[in-house]
């Protein structure tokens, strides 16, 4: 019976040695530079360590390879050499559209398009592919981005001749890379019944000719008139369709981010229908990238539903709605950022501004304990958002605490700089707008105003400001790669840096990218840094984006994804 006991124990035993410890990991990175950004983890301000341990969907253990391996490392335990390579916290889109990102992968992209002209030729290859009546749609072309201005044109826009001869029977509708204008071809036009004779719309204008037509860009809120049209049509469709269509472009979205390390998403306005579609999806485990978002509706409709609307954390934290957006003002590439003097290329223009709901929403913002997330590009349009919040928030005591935020903060004024910290305000920027922005910046504010507050990091860090930064994609690409690197040297496609002085340091690009982006959605608990107990959320990339040499950063590619434990993106060996 003895003999029996004991090889009965034995068995037992190698039973047990065969199971993972129960509190083993089941993935640990080793082997390469790893920045947790929490300074008390590990060495310097970026805490670098050499490995973490990863059990579930969390971080449970960092530090050296030798002290995770004794601690975390069991018999079923996953590894992955990084081999030299870099792995940080994944990085967080802070501004962005992600069913608009969706949506440009299934169209046209005029953004590389080097004139009109080419412009013109995707149009007529795209008519000969569509039945009639079939809408033509692109997005992403700029005027001051082509080798030549477009004859004939307006303020430098083109006029929608060349294409209209070509369409004759298919609309055409051709959206700005900034997303705030639009052109429009004659068999739109006429669809929407745009004459020389409509008038222009509150925060919106119709470019017309010499002669009084339209030549078919229409600035802000003016390419409503058409674009109704379209999304009528759209919106006959039965629900199905309609909600199949969000899904795939939720899906493209989502795989695009995981290509290039971005595991979780700020959305910069949804209405309430396609918020139902993606909490849907969250709670369904179809949604792989993090999406917290911002609700862009009707105001009405806001205060009438967005307290019952509101979610944190679906689907094992992939999805959050608890924040409003509204738009003041339009783009500086279009002309319609919102300017206290005129613009210095068209003297008399100050931009487009749209007051009418900004003390209605923000007041009810503050009564629910929602974030306000407010586009404002032009510094009047930043001077009125700050006064706005300042009045709303001033009969609570926790007003700093409330973490709204300004979309953009593009060009402001001295003055308004050291508000942003003063209110608690976070200004939500993307710097790579400041690089593909700038060939043009100046011509649009002068030397001195680009100078003083056109994408004044430097001088809003300093005050004390928190900045989150971003892509706001699709009007730029979601690599968040391109975006490092225009916040922490300034320099143009063309090579030349614009304003350098006002950079940040690859600590603050970096921290604005994960750390101060988790703050600005109330999730400095679940993710942002490599701290044990947050979110196993992290991007393993090529190289060191703190030490790399300037004019390398840009060829940093994404080696792995992982969200939640779980690795969603392995760049394929060639």
């Known amino acids: 019976m003895k003999t029996i006991r004991l090889l009965w124990l034995a068995c037992l035993a190698l039973l047990a040695s065969a199971l993972p410890a129960q509190d083993s990991a089941d993935l640990i990175l080793h082997g390469g530079e790893i920045a947790t950004v ?16 990863i059990r579930g969907d969390r971080i449970v253990g960092v530090g050296t390879s030798e002290a995770v391996f004794a601690k975390w490392r069991g018999p079923a335990t996953e590894t992955m050499d990084l081999a030299g390579r870099f792995a940080m916290p994944g990085f967080i889109e802070g501004h962005g559209h992600f069913l608009g990102m969706g949506d440009a992968a299934q169209i046209l992209d005029l953004a590389k398009a ?40 307006v303020e430098g826009f083109p006029v929608h001749d060349a294409i209209s001869a070509l369409t004759p029977d298919n609309p055409v509708a051709l959206t700005h890379a900034s997303g705030h204008a639009a052109f429009f071809n004659a068999h739109a036009m006429q669809l929407a019944g745009v004459t020389a004779e409509t008038p222009d719309p509150p925060g919106g204008e119709i470019l017309k000719t ?44 989502a795989e695009e981010c995981l290509q290039k390390g971005v595991t979780s998403f700020q959305d910069a306005g949804t209405p309430f229908s396609s918020i139902k579609v993606l909490r849907a999806m969250a ?55 919102w300017l206290l003097e005129p613009y210095s290329d068209e003297p008399q223009l100050e931009g487009l501004g749209r007051m009418e709901d900004l003390p209605r929403l923000a007041a009810h913002c503050a009564r629910t304990d929602f974030q306000f997330c407010v586009h404002a590009i032009g510094d009047r349009a930043n001077r009125e958002a700050l006064d706005e919040f300042a009045t709303a928030l001033k009969p609570y005591d926790d007003g700093t605490a409330r973490r709204w935020r300004v979309e953009h903060a593009q060009h402001l004024s001295v003055a308004d700089i050291p508000r942003f910290a003063k209110l608690g305000v976070i200004a939500s920027m ?24 056109a994408y004044a990091w430097r001088s809003l860090l300093d005050a004390g400001a928190v900045i989150v930064n971003g892509t706001d994609a699709p009007v730029e690409d979601v690599d968040p790669i391109p975006s490092f690197f225009a916040s922490v040297t300034r320099q143009t496609a063309a090579g030349w840096r614009f304003f350098p002085e006002q950079a940040m340091t690859r600590e603050e690009a970096l921290i604005s990218y994960t750390r101060d982006a988790a703050f600005a959605a109330f999730e400095e608990h679940l993710k942002g840094t490599l701290t044990p107990g947050k979110l196993a959320d992290l991007v393993v990339l090529s190289q060191n984006l703190l030490t790399v040499p300037d004019d390398e950063i840009l060829a940093t590619q994404v080696e792995a994804t992982i969200v939640g434990g779980k690795v969603l993106y392995q760049r394929e060996s060639k």
């Open 430 to 453: 993307q710097g790579i707008h400041c690089t593909s922005d700038a060939p043009y910046v100046v011509a649009r504010l002068g030397e001195e105003r680009a100078r003083e507050g």
């Open 210 to 253: 010499a002669d009084g037509q339209p030549c078919g860009v229409f600035r802000e809120t003016a390419s409503g008139l058409v674009s109704r049209v379209r999304t009528a049509e759209q919106y006959r469709r039965p629900r199905e369709q309609v909600v199949a269509d969000l899904e795939k472009s939720a899906r493209l979205a």
């Open 114 to 153: 080097a004139s009109w002209n080419d412009i013109v030729e995707m149009v007529a290859d795209a008519v000969s592919e569509v039945p009639p009546g079939t809408w033509i749609e692109g997005r992403g072309w700029h005027q001051e981005k082509w080798s030549a201005t477009p004859e004939p044109n």
């Open 283 to 337: 709670e369904r485990g179809e949604l792989p990238v993090r999406l917290w978002v911002m609700v862009r509706d009707n105001a009405a409709r806001i205060e009438k539903e967005l307290v019952d609307q509101r979610v944190v954390g679906a689907g094992n934290h992939h999805f959050t709605m608890r924040a409003v957006k509204l738009t003041i003002d339009g783009a500086l590439g279009a002309r319609g950022a």
């Open 38 to 53: 929490d300074p008390e983890l590990g060495d310097g301000a970026m805490g670098m360590v050499e490995a973490v341990a």
